[in-house]
DNA sequence: TATTAGTCTATTAATTCAATAGACTTTGTA
DNA sequence: TACAAAGTCTATTGAATTAATAGACTAATA
């Protein structure tokens, strides 16, 4: 399961990449509209704009808005970013790579086999769902 | 990224499939083989036995031996026993459903199309991955 | 210059995960 | 038949992670 932070963060991103472009929309508006925790919703914002996917302007009229295209943002990278590793087993990840104790040889690991296959296919499905295709289903599926 | 206890799990599986039917092996065998903690193991067995996946015999002489045979035993069930729904999100899981808060219509969720599409493909990709199947795949890769 | 709105740091509450302790029951065998 | 081996069961604890909250601070606009 992913984490409430990812899940928030994905709302608030298909919610925000609906909104005309550039458009700041207020921290509060997002929080209603998602029921999400308004100061949680400001750190989960926070951490997407450091991460360059979002942009911020303060003051009145302030308010987030999405600063990458909606076809260059993804939920692998989104679930990544928090909630770390997509794959099943530390021994198939890439960053966050750790060696089983017990393992004398990954490569004949049968395990391993089938968990690293596991996490190639998601990650190619989440990689191809960005928001302009959560968008797109959104609207196309009846 | 799955629980320890499933981790130990599939280990302790693997290492029974490897042994002869029927054949008690002793809890304290396969915590020193696998690195298990010896009590942390007994509790994950004794959920596989009363799963029906193990069998045990008590007494001098007695163990854990596998119940089921190696085809019938699949890394999907075995994770949901232990860390529960497979799914990433609550509104895809079959036995776990939980509604979204703000979702209106779930036909027509972006969202949940992509990862219910995630779900799907991992389930089928685990529910191929039996006991026999990983032990065949650490025997022929090299 | 007052108000609005995002930024930052710290803290707390709740939950889940991992591990441990110890008493109890069953069974084989000397 | 008594002892020792080995699984069973319940409870508890400690650690880590997740979720949420509080409040002071900074920047921008009218």
New interface residues.
Partial sequence: ??SKKT?YA??AL?YLAKKPLQQPILISEIAE???IPQKFLEAILLNLKKDGILASKKGKGGGYFLLKSPNDVN?ADVMRLFD??I????CVTYKYYQKC??CTDE?????R??FL??RN??VE??KK?TLA???????S??
Avoid at 133 to 139: A, D, P, S, V, Y
């Fill in positions: 399961m992913i899940k994905i709302n298909v509209h998602e029921h939920m770390g590793p794959a099943l087993l530390p104790e017990e490569d004949s690991c049968g395990i086999s089938v296959e596991v296919h998601t499905l989440l769902a295709e959560i968008i797109k289903r959104g609207e599926v009846h």
